[in-house]
C-alpha cells in the first residue's frame, strides 16, 4: 500500500500480516546506501512511526528507513504489539528482527550501515540486538527507554561487538514511565561495554518523542 511520498523518499505499508505491518521508506533519487530501523514502544505498530519517520528522512536522502510491527500478546498493560513481556523473551524478539532484517528483498541490511532507533520497550530492544550482535551496528539511537537496563544476559554482555559504537539516548525528564535513574543505568551500562554514549536530557518531556528530540536524532544520524 502506497501512501504520499516525501521530498526524498517513497512510503510503503506492507501488508503481509494485516496485524503486523512494515513500514518502509525508500529513497527516490538515489541508492540507498543505509537504513535506519525504528522500533515502536508497547502498544505500538509500525504505521505510529510513520510521522517520526518522515520528519528523520528530511536529513537522509540516501538512508532506507524502516519499522516492523511487534507480533500480539498477553502482558501485564493488556494485549496488543509488544516485542516481549518477560526477559527470556527479548532474545526471541532480536532474533525474529534480524530474520526480517535478513529475508526482505528489499531491505539489503548489513549491521555496519545500519542505525537501531528504539523508543520504549523497542529502545529495549535495539540496545539488546546491538549487544547480542556478532558484527558492530553503525549506531545506536534510544528514547524514552532504560535500554541496556534490567535484563541480566545483557548486563553480562562483554560487549565484543559494541567497542566504539555511538549511542545517542534521549530522555524525557518528565518520563514517569522509564525512570531517570534506570535510564541513566542503563547508559552507563553501554558505556562500561565501550560505547561512544551520549545521554541527552529534556527536562520538560514526559514519555515521549518530542519535537526537539527529533531535531538533535536528525543532525546526530547522518554521520552514521
Do not use: K
Request: with cysteine; aromatic share 6%; net charge negative.
Amino acid at each position: 500500500r502506497e501512501a504520499e511520498a516525501t521530498a526524498d523518499h517513497s512510503v510503503s505499508l506492507y501488508m503481509a500480516d494485516p496485524v503486523r505491518p512494515l513500514l518502509v521508506l525508500n529513497p527516490l533519487w538515489q541508492t540507498p546506501t543505509a537504513t535506519v530501523v525504528l522500533l515502536h514502544g508497547l502498544f505500538q505498530t509500525g504505521r505510529m512511526m510513520e510521522r517520526l519517520a518522515r520528519d528523520l528522512s528530511r536529513a537522509l536522502p540516501h538512508v532506507r528507513l524502516l519499522a516492523p510491527t511487534a507480533r500480539t500478546q498477553v502482558c501485564a498493560f493488556g494485549c496488543g504489539p509488544a516485542w516481549f513481556e518477560q526477559s527470556e523473551q527479548v532474545e526471541e524478539a532480536r532474533l525474529e528482527l534480524i530474520d526480517l532484517l535478513s529475508s526482505e528483498p528489499h531491505i539489503n541490511h548489513h549491521p555496519a550501515r545500519t542505525v537501531l532507533l528504539g523508543f520504549s520497550r523497542g529502545g529495549a530492544l535495539a540496545a539488546w540486538t546491538a549487544l547480542r550482535s556478532s558484527e558492530a551496528f553503525a549506531g545506536l539511537l534510544l528514547c524514552g527507554t532504560t535500554g541496556a537496563y534490567g535484563f541480566p544476559e545483557m548486563e553480562d554482555s562483554d560487549g565484543r561487538s559494541v567497542e566504539g559504537l555511538n549511542v545517542l539516548q534521549l530522555h524525557g525528564g518528565r518520563d514517569n514511565m522509564a525512570s531517570l535513574d534506570l535510564a541513566q543505568s542503563g547508559i552507563e551500562h553501554l558505556r562500561r561495554c565501550g560505547c561512544l554514549a551520549h545521554f541527552s536530557l529534556h527536562h520538560d518531556v514526559g514519555h515521549t518523542i518530542s519535537t526537539a528530540m527529533v531535531s538533535e536524532a536528525r543532525e546526530w544520524l547522518p554521520p552514521r
